[in-house]
C-alpha cells in the first residue's frame, strides 16, 4: 500500500515539546507497564476492534512513553547497580525492582517507536541497548556470571554522559504516524503473527520470543490508550493483550531457563505452541485483522 504523507516540518517537531504531563499519568502509565502482562483468564475482546484515533492522540501517546523514559534513565541509583554487575552476577532484590523499572521504560519507549513513529522501528542504539539490558537481567535472574558480567561491563562503557546524551538525540527524532498509517502496520503485524503460526506446526524459542515480542507491542500501545484515554473498551482490549504477553512471557521464561541450562536449544529444539496461548492468539488474529 503506498501512501502520499505531507512531510513532518522542522516547526512541529519543536512543537511536539510543548507536550508535558503531570507526575499522576507518568505513574500510571508505569503501573501499566508492571501489569502488561498480568494474566486474566476470564477476560475477552469486545464485540468489535475500531481504529478511531487522531495524530494528535499517537503525538500524546509517544511523548508520554518519552518523558517516562528520561526519568528511567536518570535514575541516581542505576549507573552503580551496573558497576555491581561488572563484577558479579549477585544483585539485591531492591536492585532488581530498579533494575527491572529502568529496562520496562526502554523496551516501552521501543513499543512507542514501532507504534507511534512513522518509521515503526526502534532507533538503533535504543534498540540495542534494551536488548543489552534484557540479557543481562535474563543472566542475573538464571546466576551465569558469564553472560552478565561482560555485558555489564559493555553496558557501562555505554552509560556515560557521551553515551546518554546520543540516546537523548536519537529519542527526539520522532516523526508521528497518521491513522491510515497506524491502521496499515498494526494489520501488518497482526499478518505477520498469523503467518508465523501457520507456517509451521512448531516453533524454535527464537521464534517464540518473536512472536512474544509482536505481542507485547500491541499490549504497550494499548496498555497506552488505556492510560491516556481511558474507557470501558480500552481497558477491555489492554486486559486481553496482557494475558496474552503474560502466559508468553511466563512459558518464555522457561525457556531461557532451558537455554541457559543447555536442556534446550533456543534456536533448532521445536514444540507446539500451547493451547492456552494459540487459542487465545487465533481470536485476536480473527478480531484484528482488517474487516
Same mark, same amino acid.
Given at each position: 500500500?503506498?501512501?502520499?504523507?505531507?512531510?513532518?516540518?522542522? *516547526?512541529?517537531?519543536?512543537?511536539?515539546?510543548?507536550?508535558?504531563?503531570?507526575?499522576?499519568?507518568?505513574?500510571?502509565?508505569?503501573?501499566?507497564?508492571?501489569?502488561?502482562?498480568?494474566?486474566?483468564?476470564?477476560?475477552?475482546?469486545?464485540?468489535?476492534?475500531?481504529?478511531?484515533?487522531?495524530?494528535?492522540?499517537?503525538?500524546?501517546?509517544?511523548?508520554?512513553?518519552?518523558?517516562?523514559?528520561?526519568?528511567?534513565?536518570?535514575?541516581?541509583?542505576?549507573?552503580?547497580?551496573?558497576?555491581?554487575?561488572?563484577?558479579?552476577?549477585?544483585?539485591?532484590?531492591?536492585?532488581?525492582?530498579?533494575? *527491572?523499572?529502568?529496562?520496562?521504560?526502554?523496551?516501552?519507549?521501543?513499543?512507542?517507536?514501532?507504534?507511534?513513529?512513522? %518509521?515503526?522501528?526502534?532507533?538503533?542504539?535504543?534498540?540495542?541497548?534494551?536488548?543489552?539490558?534484557?540479557?543481562?537481567?535474563?543472566?542475573?535472574?538464571?546466576?551465569?556470571?558469564?553472560?552478565?558480567?561482560?555485558?555489564?561491563?559493555?553496558?557501562?562503557?555505554?552509560?556515560?554522559?557521551?553515551?546518554?546524551?546520543?540516546? *537523548?538525540?536519537?529519542?527526539?527524532?520522532?516523526?508521528?504516524?497518521?491513522?491510515?498509517?497506524?491502521?496499515?502496520?498494526?494489520?501488518?503485524?497482526?499478518?505477520?503473527?498469523?503467518?508465523?503460526?501457520?507456517?509451521?506446526?512448531?516453533?524454535?524459542?527464537?521464534?517464540?520470543?518473536?512472536?512474544?515480542?509482536?505481542?507485547?507491542?500491541?499490549?504497550?500501545?494499548?496498555?497506552?490508550?488505556?492510560?491516556?484515554?481511558?474507557?470501558?473498551?480500552?481497558?477491555?482490549?489492554?486486559?486481553?493483550?496482557?494475558?496474552?504477553?503474560?502466559?508468553?512471557?511466563?512459558?518464555?521464561?522457561?525457556?531461557?531457563?532451558?537455554?541457559?541450562?543447555?536442556?534446550?536449544?533456543?534456536?533448532?529444539?521445536?514444540?507446539?505452541?500451547?493451547?492456552?496461548?494459540?487459542? %487465545?492468539?487465533?481470536?485476536?488474529? *480473527?478480531?484484528?485483522?482488517?474487516?
Amino acid at each position: 500500500m503506498s501512501k502520499t504523507k505531507a512531510p513532518i516540518t522542522a *516547526k512541529q517537531i519543536v512543537d511536539f515539546e510543548r507536550f508535558h504531563f503531570s507526575e499522576q499519568q507518568c505513574n500510571q502509565l508505569y503501573d501499566m507497564i508492571c501489569v502488561d502482562d498480568q494474566i486474566n483468564l476470564d477476560v475477552t475482546l469486545p464485540n468489535k476492534i475500531t481504529f478511531e484515533y487522531t495524530q494528535k492522540q499517537f503525538i500524546e501517546s509517544f511523548m508520554i512513553s518519552r518523558q517516562l523514559w528520561l526519568e528511567g534513565i536518570i535514575d541516581q541509583q542505576f549507573p552503580k547497580i551496573i558497576r555491581g554487575l561488572c563484577t558479579s552476577s549477585k544483585i539485591t532484590e531492591e536492585n532488581k525492582v530498579i533494575y *527491572k523499572m529502568v529496562r520496562a521504560k526502554f523496551k516501552h519507549l521501543c513499543y512507542a517507536y514501532r507504534g507511534f513513529d512513522a %518509521r515503526h522501528k526502534r532507533p538503533f542504539l535504543l534498540g540495542n541497548i534494551t536488548g543489552l539490558l534484557g540479557l543481562i537481567q535474563d543472566g542475573f535472574k538464571n546466576d551465569k556470571s558469564s553472560i552478565v558480567i561482560p555485558n555489564a561491563i559493555l553496558l557501562n562503557s555505554l552509560w556515560n554522559e557521551q553515551g546518554l546524551s546520543f540516546l *537523548k538525540r536519537e529519542a527526539y527524532r520522532y516523526f508521528p504516524c497518521d491513522l491510515a498509517d497506524f491502521t496499515f502496520t498494526l494489520h501488518k503485524n497482526v499478518k505477520l503473527i498469523q503467518q508465523q503460526i501457520q507456517k509451521n506446526s512448531t516453533l524454535s524459542a527464537h521464534e517464540f520470543h518473536t512472536l512474544r515480542k509482536q505481542m507485547s507491542m500491541f499490549s504497550a500501545l494499548y496498555g497506552t490508550f488505556d492510560v491516556l484515554y481511558s474507557s470501558p473498551y480500552h481497558h477491555q482490549v489492554f486486559q486481553y493483550l496482557a494475558t496474552i504477553n503474560g502466559l508468553m512471557g511466563d512459558y518464555h521464561d522457561i525457556l531461557i531457563e532451558n537455554k541457559l541450562n543447555k536442556i534446550q536449544n533456543y534456536f533448532f529444539d521445536r514444540f507446539i505452541l500451547p493451547e492456552n496461548i494459540s487459542t %487465545r492468539l487465533a481470536i485476536f488474529i *480473527k478480531y484484528f485483522q482488517p474487516q
